[in-house]
């Protein structure tokens, strides 16, 4: 049972360069979403997905292009990339959005993302 | 602006004594409080979930509280572990729209031998 998964788990580019992050969750979960992490704050929405061809943006969306054409991947793709965007990306999946009841968040290992 | 503000930043501890963690929000209309343990390195891992109705919540030696009237909720971790040592971070979610869940920033606990 792998559960959520990311890959890669590292990722060293160049600015300008175009990169993709992976996320890949086993549940079915409806929901996925995609945070950044930087010191000194805390987990920021990027973009988040209630299905299969519906996301909408978060808070920080800016550089940053998600796709969901199945439900149990959703990657994100920085189109070119900057050095603000270093930073660790988690991804997350959950039934109902975490927003029901007790409904929560299950979080993939991360990658750690270095723009040069 | 929805708000959720964790006290104290950072925090050490002896092994095997307890503490508390606290979390204050602004979050309204409410759904549900999360608390999260992360360790360095990996992803948050849920430890409790509570409702707007539910005040406490135990995860084995973690007790979440929860006082919905003054948007205040604690973590409380009971003889403390090598193993706790990591950041906690308390996740407030509104009702209304799962893009507007707001994370603290998080406590991060060391404990000592």
């Known amino acids: 049972d792998a559960g959520i998964t990311q890959s890669p788990r590292y990722k060293i580019t160049e600015t300008g360069r175009q990169v993709t992050l992976m996320c890949h969750q086993t549940w079915s979960h409806s929901y996925m979403f995609w945070y950044r992490q930087d010191l000194g704050h805390g987990l920021r929405l990027i973009y988040y997905s209630a299905a299969a061809d519906i996301t909408d943006k978060g808070e920080v969306p800016d550089g940053y292009v998600v796709s969901r054409s199945k439900t149990e991947n959703f990657p994100l793709t920085l189109e070119s990339a900057t050095r603000s965007q270093t930073s660790v990306y988690f991804c997350?999946?959950?039934?109902?959005?975490?927003?029901?009841?007790?409904?929560?968040?299950?979080f993939g290992p991360g990658t750690r993302l270095t723009v040069l | 602006k929805n708000q959720v503000e964790q006290s104290p930043q950072s925090l050490i501890i002896l092994e095997g004594k307890n503490c508390t963690l606290q979390?204050?929000?602004?979050?309204?209309?409410?759904?549900?409080l999360r608390w999260y343990k992360q360790d360095t390195g990996r992803g948050p891992v849920s430890l409790t979930i509570m409702t707007f109705s539910e005040n406490t919540k135990s995860n084995g030696r973690y007790t979440a509280t929860l006082d919905a009237d003054t948007k205040q909720s604690s973590l409380h971790i009971t003889a403390s572990q090598l193993s706790d040592s990591a950041s906690y971070i308390c996740v407030v979610s509104p009702n209304t729209n799962a893009g507007k869940s707001t994370f603290g920033d998080g406590t991060t606990l060391t404990v000592k031998p």
């Open positions: 979390c204050n929000y602004t979050v309204s209309p409410f759904s549900n």
């Open positions: 997350a999946s959950s039934v109902a959005g975490a927003i029901l009841g007790t409904d929560t968040q299950y």
